[in-house]
């Protein structure tokens, strides 16, 4: 085997990623003479530094006796791909300007653009300029995409204007950065140049502007874009219709999100999790396991971290511990270890579905804990009232040197309110303050008049809200009236009404809470007066409901409704137990 072929196969290791290969071949040419030969040592570092050992490559690099161009290009190249940019800065810097080549200025631009070394680019900019390689495609989109990143705008659409070669990879560069830099008005301008010059978008140019649609009017050329996207065949690629899912999920158009994620011919990965996330956030979680299931069962594909933390949002959203102890079953017969964040929404779903021993037991058994990981227990313990474990777990924190933020006293303080931990509930929420320099948001002063208002201090309840000027707030608001009606307190109470029916117009509670309030007063015209502001606002009371799981189905019961397929049996057995009589027109 001459040294032609061996740099042949040498060639093809680097293009497959064989590092066991282009180890072997290395030894056969170190054995054989031929490193001495340079086009062999350029094949070994390019192999490695392909196959991301990158120390291998500079390893082979330092013992070359003679370089050329090949030797630094594929070098520094090498440093830039593996995330080393200050390393392919620093080699470039050793380099002869003169054996520079226009790959070189590329890898070294692409350097300083992931350092966000505008300075250093700048200089490397007027070097290719002299030498005359500014103007080559790649090193003038190297170059664009640099000063983006480092928000230099108005350079990089300098650089983009002098461009000889304005090809569609160029307009890309300068769509996306435009996009990231929140010049959106911009870049939907140099599309539709990019479309006036004849250049036909590609999967790229439409992702660089479909990622950005959150507005009524983004939504509108988002239409557009995705006409344009079936027209050009490119809607049924993973890559496009992945975005689009998205896109569409963000203005509440799930049918039409739901049809794009059927109509991606190969889905990937993203495919399946996209639309699983999409599902929960309509909280149609329902959909999001039944899709999962379809993924691993009719599909045989591998879930990862983030589908199956995906698939317990949805049992914990459907409190749902049938399905999430199945999920949790699949993750110990199919891996050794998950994420942290895997951990964390098994903790969470536990505690979602009533079973907080299980919630602990998983928590304890976390090899490694973030703070969301202790959030989260602390939320689950909040949800089931416990809060001296709560108060446990904050003094575990705190021994562990666990610095506590915003929503682990959020989930402390309503752990202490639903326990009835008053004078704790006072403490933490001044030591939040005090020890921690955290300021009290709308859910701690929540929580805090929350925790008084149901220990009768109403009128304490009332400074805490106005010290911290939420007076305004309909959620404070709304905790204060609801405790005035629990302990009867008209003054406060109706007082705190007027103050919420003059912020708030879009919701029936505070008709109904100040009506209430009144009828436990015996005040029958005050209820009446209440009832006929309800009624003159058109506003309507949101029906309550329970979920219950039976053999894994999730079965719902609302308030005045009897539609349930089995509520003859459902009566009949309510009747036998003596909590029903004779019919069912109490559901009515």
Not at 240 to 248: E, F, S
Request: charged share 20%; proline share 2%; net charge positive.
């Amino acid at each position: 085997m001459g040294p032609q072929v061996l740099g042949s196969i040498l060639h093809q290791c680097s293009k497959t990623r064989s590092f066991q290969h282009g180890f072997s071949l290395h030894a056969v040419a170190i054995k054989m003479g031929f490193i001495s030969n340079l086009t062999i040592p350029n094949h070994v570092l390019n192999m490695y530094a392909k196959c991301g050992k990158i120390d291998f490559a500079r390893q082979v690099f330092d013992e070359m006796s003679e370089r050329n161009v090949v030797s630094w290009s594929a070098m520094i190249s090498g440093y830039d791909q593996a995330g080393r940019g200050l390393n392919a800065v620093q080699l470039f810097s050793r380099m002869k300007l003169e054996q520079a080549n226009e790959f070189v200025f590329a890898s070294a631009v692409s350097a300083c653009a992931s350092l966000l070394a505008v300075d250093v680019g700048k200089r490397i900019h007027s070097q290719s300029v002299v030498l005359g390689y500014a103007d080559v495609s790649f090193v003038s989109n190297s170059l664009v995409s640099m000063y983006m990143k480092c928000g230099r705008c108005s350079d990089a659409l300098s650089v983009f204007m002098s461009s000889s070669e304005r090809n569609t990879v160029a307009y890309n560069a300068i769509i996306s950065g435009l996009v990231e830099n929140k010049q959106v008005e911009k870049a939907y301008e140099m599309f539709r140049l990019m479309c006036q010059q004849g250049l036909v978008p590609n999967r790229f140019s439409l992702v660089a502007l479909l990622g950005n649609s959150s507005n009524p009017n983004d939504f509108r050329v988002g239409m557009e874009l995705h006409c344009l996207a079936v027209k050009l065949n490119l809607d049924s690629i993973a890559f496009v219709g992945n975005v689009l899912i998205k896109m569409y999920s963000k203005f509440n158009l799930i049918e039409n999100a739901e049809k794009i994620f059927w109509s991606i011919e190969e889905k990937d990965m993203i495919s399946w999790n996209t639309f699983i996330v999409v599902c929960c956030h309509a909280l149609d979680h329902a959909k999001g396991l039944i899709v999962f299931s379809e993924m691993i069962k009719t599909h045989s594909l591998t879930p990862d971290d983030f589908t199956y933390t995906s698939a317990l949002s949805a049992c914990a959203g459907l409190a749902s511990s049938i399905s999430g102890r199945q999920i949790h079953g699949n993750l110990i017969r199919t891996r050794l270890s998950y994420d942290t964040g895997v951990a964390n929404a098994l903790v969470n779903m536990y505690a979602k579905c009533g079973s907080i021993k299980h919630a602990v037991t998983t928590f304890n058994q976390m090899g490694f804990r973030n703070l969301v990981s202790w959030n989260t227990l602390m939320a689950g313990f909040a949800n089931h009232g416990y809060g001296k474990h709560a108060l446990e777990l904050f003094d575990r924190m705190k021994k562990l040197k666990t610095k506590p933020d915003s929503v682990t006293f959020i989930a402390l303080l309503a752990a202490l309110n639903h326990t009835g931990l008053v004078e704790e509930g006072k403490f933490y929420f001044n030591a939040m303050q005090e020890t921690y320099g955290i300021a009290p948001n709308v859910d701690h002063v929540s929580c805090i008049v929350d925790l008084l208002g149901r220990a009768r201090r109403v009128k304490e309840a009332e400074e805490y809200m106005e010290r911290y000027s939420f007076e305004h707030d309909p959620v404070v608001l709304g905790c204060l009236l609801s405790a005035c009606r629990v302990h009867g307190d008209l003054i406060v109470g109706k007082r705190t009404a007027e103050r919420l029916l003059k912020i708030q117009k879009v919701s029936a509670s505070p008709y109904v809470l100040l009506s209430n309030l009144y009828a436990s007063e015996s005040m029958w015209d005050g209820v009446a007066e209440a009832r006929k502001q309800l009624k003159d606002s058109l506003m309507k009371k949101e029906p309550g409901h329970s979920l219950i799981e039976v053999k894994g189905n999730i079965e719902k019961f609302t308030v005045g409704r009897i539609s349930h397929p089995r509520i003859e049996q459902i009566v009949g057995v309510l009747q036998i137990l003596g909590f029903a009589e004779d019919g069912f027109s109490w559901c009515h």
